[in-house]
C-alpha cells in the first residue's frame, strides 16, 4: 500500500504549507477537541451514574480516568498502526470505537461496564484518532507549523467550554443513557476528520524504490532509536516531569474555592475563565513561534512558558480570596496556552518528520505514567495537610523543575554537540536535494555554492529542521 511509503515521510514530498493542509488543520482542531475535551465532560453525567448504580464519587471518577490513560497509555501502540497501515485508516477505525464505546454504555447495567465501554475502548478510539492527525498536521505545515499547532490545540479548550453545558442540557433532557447515546453519535465525526487526513504522495521517481521503502518500514514499526537523540531524551524528561504538576490546578481550583466558601456556580465559573483565555493563548503563541527570530529558539519560548506556567501556581497558593482566583485563572489560562501549543511544536522540531510518528508515541507513553500519578498524589498531600496551599506549591515546583531540565539540558549537554561537522549528514542532505529537485543521476554532482545554498535554505524545507545549536531540541 502506498499509504505506508507517504507515512515514513519520503523526502521528496514537500509541505504546501495551505491547500488541502487547512482542510487537515480543521480535522486536526476537532480531533483535539474531543481528544482533551471529552474525559473531562463526561464528569456532567456522574450524579446521574452515582444514583443509578448506588456508587461512589471515586467510583465514577476512574471513567475520566480511564479515558485519559488509554489516551497517553496507547501511544506505542497508535505508533506501530500508523507505520504500518497509515493514518487515514487508523483515524477510520478509532472514530468507529470512540462512537462505539459511547453507544455501548449507554445499555451498560453497572460501572464495570462502563469502565470497559465508555472507558476503555472510547479511549482507544480517541487515541488513535490524536496521534495520527498530529502526525498529518507535521507533514502538510512547515513554514507555517507553529501556528498551525497553536490553532489545532485551541480546539481543547473550545470543546471543553462547548461539550460541559451541552452534557448538562443533555443530562436533564434525556438522562444519562439517551446523553451517552447522543455523545456517541456525535464521536462519528472522528470518522470524517480522518476521511480528510489524504496522504502526500511521492513523486513519481520515487515509486522505482517503493517497494524497498515498504520492506524498510515494515521492520521497524515503532523507531526505537530517537532514544540515540540526547534532544528527545532530554524532551521526554523534561515533558513526564511537567505533566505530574500541569494538570493538578484546574482539578483541584474549583474546590479550592468551594472551600474559601463561595458559592458552586461561582466556583465553576473560574474554569469558565481559565478555558477562554486559554482559547486566544494557543493561537496567538502559535504565531510568536512562527516569527523567523523566535522559531529557531522554540525551545526556549516552551521552558518560559512552564516557567510561566509554575510561577502562577507559586502565586496562586497564596490566594486569599475570589479576586485572587480570578487573577490565577487568567495568568494560568494564559501560559497553559502555551504551553499546549508549544509541546508538539518543539517535539517536532526535535526528531523531524519521519520519526515523529514513533517519538510522539513513546513520549506518550512516558507522559501515561506520571498523569496517573499527578493528580491522585496531589489529592493525598491535601488529605494528609489539609491545605490547598501545598497542592499548588508542589505543582508550581513540578513544572518549574521542568523547564529548566529542557532549557539547561539543551544548552549545556547538546549545543557542543551540534557544532562538530557531521560530514555524513552533509552528503545525505545532497541527495535530499536532488531528490527534491527531481535531478537525474547524472545531474547529481552538486558543487560548493550549490551545497552551502542549499544549507542555509534547509530550515525552510518540508518539514525537515537542521541540527543546529537553537533548534536541535
Given at each position: 500500500m502506498g499509504a505506508v511509503v507517504a507515512d515514513d515521510g519520503p523526502s521528496g514530498v514537500k509541505a504546501p504549507d495551505g491547500g488541502w493542509g487547512w482542510a487537515v488543520l480543521f480535522g486536526c482542531f476537532i480531533i483535539t477537541g474531543f481528544s482533551y475535551a471529552f474525559p473531562k465532560a463526561v464528569s456532567v453525567f456522574f450524579k446521574e451514574l452515582i444514583r443509578e448504580?448506588?456508587?461512589?464519587?471515586?467510583?465514577?471518577?476512574?471513567?475520566?480516568?480511564?479515558?485519559?490513560?488509554?489516551?497517553?497509555?496507547?501511544?506505542?501502540?497508535?505508533?506501530?498502526?500508523?507505520?504500518?497501515?497509515?493514518?487515514?485508516?487508523?483515524?477510520?477505525?478509532?472514530?468507529?470505537?470512540?462512537s462505539m464505546g459511547m453507544v455501548i454504555a449507554s445499555f451498560c447495567t453497572s460501572i464495570v461496564q462502563i469502565y470497559l465501554t465508555a472507558g476503555v475502548i472510547t479511549g482507544l478510539g480517541l487515541a488513535l484518532n490524536f496521534q495520527?492527525?498530529?502526525?498529518?498536521?507535521?507533514?502538510?505545515?512547515?513554514?507555517?507549523?507553529?501556528?498551525?499547532?497553536?490553532?489545532?490545540?485551541?480546539?481543547?479548550?473550545?470543546?471543553?467550554?462547548?461539550?460541559?453545558?451541552?452534557?448538562?442540557?443533555?443530562?436533564?433532557?434525556?438522562?444519562?443513557?439517551?446523553?451517552?447515546?447522543?455523545?456517541?453519535?456525535?464521536?462519528?465525526?472522528?470518522?470524517?476528520?480522518?476521511?480528510?487526513?489524504?496522504?502526500?504522495?511521492?513523486?513519481?521517481?520515487?515509486?522505482?524504490?517503493?517497494?524497498?521503502?515498504?520492506?524498510?518500514?515494515?521492520?521497524?514499526?515503532?523507531?526505537?532509536?530517537?532514544?540515540?537523540?540526547?534532544?528527545?531524551?532530554?524532551?521526554?524528561?523534561?515533558?513526564?516531569?511537567?505533566?505530574?504538576?500541569?494538570?493538578?490546578?484546574?482539578?483541584?481550583?474549583?474546590?479550592?474555592?468551594?472551600?474559601?466558601?463561595?458559592?458552586?456556580?461561582?466556583?465553576a465559573f473560574l474554569l469558565t475563565i481559565l478555558g477562554f483565555i486559554d482559547i486566544f493563548a494557543r493561537p496567538i503563541c502559535g504565531m510568536v513561534a512562527g516569527l523567523k527570530w523566535v522559531r529557531p529558539r522554540c525551545v526556549y519560548l516552551f521552558s518560559f512558558a512552564m516557567i510561566f506556567n509554575g510561577f502562577t501556581d507559586l502565586m496562586g497558593s497564596m490566594s486569599v480570596d475570589y479576586g485572587g482566583l480570578v487573577v490565577f485563572c487568567i495568568f494560568f489560562g494564559i501560559s497553559y496556552g502555551m504551553v499546549g501549543a508549544l509541546q508538539f511544536e518543539v517535539l517536532m522540531a526535535i526528531v523531524g518528520t519521519q520519526k515523529f510518528s514513533s517519538a510522539i508515541g513513546l513520549v506518550l507513553l512516558a507522559e501515561a505514567m506520571a498523569v496517573l500519578i499527578g493528580p491522585p498524589s496531589a489529592g493525598k498531600l491535601l488529605d494528609a495537610m489539609g491545605r490547598y496551599m501545598f497542592v499548588f506549591i508542589i505543582a508550581g515546583i513540578e513544572v518549574t523543575t521542568s523547564a529548566l531540565v529542557l532549557a539547561l539540558g539543551n544548552f549545556f549537554c547538546i549545543k557542543k554537540k551540534s557544532e562538530e561537522p557531521h560530514t555524513k549528514e552533509e552528503a545525505a542532505e545532497r541527495e535530499e536535494l536532488n531528490k527534491s529537485e527531481n535531478k537525474t543521476p547524472e545531474d547529481a554532482k552538486v558543487d560548493s555554492i550549490e551545497v552551502e545554498q542549499f544549507l542555509k535554505d534547509e530550515p525552510e524545507k518540508n518539514g525537515e529542521v537542521v541540527t543546529n545549536p537553537e533548534t536541535c531540541v
Open positions: 448504580f448506588g456508587i461512589g464519587y471515586s467510583d465514577t471518577a476512574w471513567i475520566s480516568s480511564i479515558l485519559l490513560a488509554m489516551l497517553y497509555g496507547t501511544g506505542p501502540l497508535c505508533s506501530v498502526c500508523v507505520n504500518r497501515f497509515g493514518c487515514r485508516p487508523v483515524m477510520l477505525v478509532g472514530g468507529l470505537f470512540a495520527p492527525s498530529l502526525i498529518m498536521l507535521n507533514r502538510y505545515f512547515d513554514k507555517r507549523r507553529p501556528l498551525a499547532n497553536g490553532l489545532s490545540a485551541a480546539g481543547s479548550p473550545v470543546f471543553l467550554c462547548a461539550l460541559s453545558p451541552l452534557g448538562q442540557i443533555l443530562q436533564h433532557e434525556y438522562g444519562w443513557r439517551g446523553g451517552f447515546l447522543i455523545l456517541g453519535g456525535m464521536l462519528l465525526n472522528c470518522c470524517v476528520c480522518g476521511a480528510l487526513m489524504r496522504p502526500l504522495e511521492p513523486p513519481k521517481k520515487a515509486e522505482a524504490t517503493k517497494e524497498p521503502a515498504e520492506k524498510k518500514v515494515k521492520k521497524r514499526l515503532l523507531d526505537f532509536s530517537v532514544f540515540k537523540d540526547g534532544g528527545f531524551v532530554i524532551y521526554t524528561l523534561a515533558a513526564s516531569i511537567m505533566v505530574l504538576g500541569l494538570f493538578v490546578p484546574p482539578v483541584f481550583v474549583v474546590s479550592y474555592a468551594k472551600d474559601l466558601g463561595y458559592q458552586d456556580t461561582k466556583a
